[in-house]
């Protein structure tokens, strides 16, 4: 088996995977057919010595999955829809992404800053107001998933999410990459983009506990500036447990993200996993790899 981690995302009916060089996003029509896009990763942030630098490499990484991500998520709800002309990418994509990471840092940054604020002249200890406001920051996310997961077109997309897993899975085991051969895998894995913003949301934490209570326009910008930094972490955290999985204390580790999958992931059916199948073996052979 390849050393590369394959990965991706579930996009709207559909999945979309990152290999070594190339990604691949495939989509199911409302005919029924499967529609699959791929395209080469930008060398710049994959293969550049400053992009694999420790800390650097989590910055760069993360934000080119913000952009492929949402190209991904834009093109597939063009395919779904039976749109004509579909273009993977264009100028709407970028207003997408700035609206996207404007709500998420505003919902899960600021507005729980904001409420403990509230009641903070109520909490004497710095360090008690730090981790209530993390709590906050928590449950906020916690209420998030769980009222998402209501929608029934969401709970598509955390099929597909299932299904994508279980690709991956059966690829990393050896299994044949068929609807029969992946579909007994789990729809969790350690490598989840779920698992990575626990991290990230938890980090967060331990990080702000620390900053003290300095007066509320300072407050704001620092909790902005960690941003960066708990991502950067986090991906190095992501990348350790990925190398030393098989180890007691990291398998421990890894449970609280893999619960939490628990919320973004559902058993997807056949047709989904032709459809993960589809954008993982065009990733392999673009990519040079045995399937």
């Not at 699959?36 to 992009?51: A, D, Q, R």
């Not at 710095?126 to 928590?138: A, K, M």
């Not at 050896?174 to 490598?191: D, M, Q, W, Y």
Request: hydrophobic letters at 50%; aromatic letters at 8%; proline letters at 6%.
């Amino acid at each position: 088996m390849s050393e590369v981690h394959y990965g991706g995302q579930a996009v709207i009916e559909g999945v979309m995977i990152r290999g070594a060089r190339h990604m691949a996003v495939a989509v199911r029509k409302p005919s029924g057919e499967i529609v699959v896009h791929s395209e080469p990763l930008p060398s710049g942030i994959y293969n550049s010595p400053l992009g694999k630098l420790p800390l650097v490499r989590g910055l760069t990484m993360l934000w080119d999955t913000l952009v492929l991500g949402t190209r991904s998520l834009m093109y597939s709800a063009d395919v779904a829809l039976a749109e004509e002309n579909v273009q993977f990418g264009g100028p709407m994509m970028w207003g997408t992404l700035l609206v996207s990471l404007a709500f998420g840092i505003g919902l899960f940054v600021l507005l729980p800053m904001l409420l403990v604020g509230l009641v903070d002249r109520y909490i004497t200890v710095p360090l008690l107001s730090n981790l209530v406001e993390g709590l906050v920051r928590l449950l906020f996310f916690l209420a998030y998933l769980l009222a998402i997961r209501r929608l029934p077109d969401i709970r598509r997309v955390f099929a597909y999410h299932g299904a994508e897993h279980k690709a991956v899975n059966a690829y990393e085991s050896g299994a044949p990459l068929t609807v029969e051969g992946i579909k007994s895998f789990p729809v969790a894995h350690t490598r989840c983009g779920t698992s990575f913003l626990l991290i990230v949301l938890v980090l967060f934490v331990l990080l702000s506990a620390l900053l003290g209570r300095p007066p509320l326009a300072w407050r704001v910008l620092s909790r902005l500036a960690l941003v960066p930094i708990v991502a950067a972490l986090a991906y190095e955290f992501i990348k350790f447990t990925a190398r030393h999985h098989d180890r007691p204390l990291v398998r421990f580790l890894l449970v609280p993200g893999l619960w939490l999958q628990q919320l973004t992931t559902q058993e997807p059916d056949d047709h989904m996993l032709e459809v993960s199948i589809a954008a993982l073996q065009r990733v392999l052979a673009e990519d040079g790899a045995a399937a």
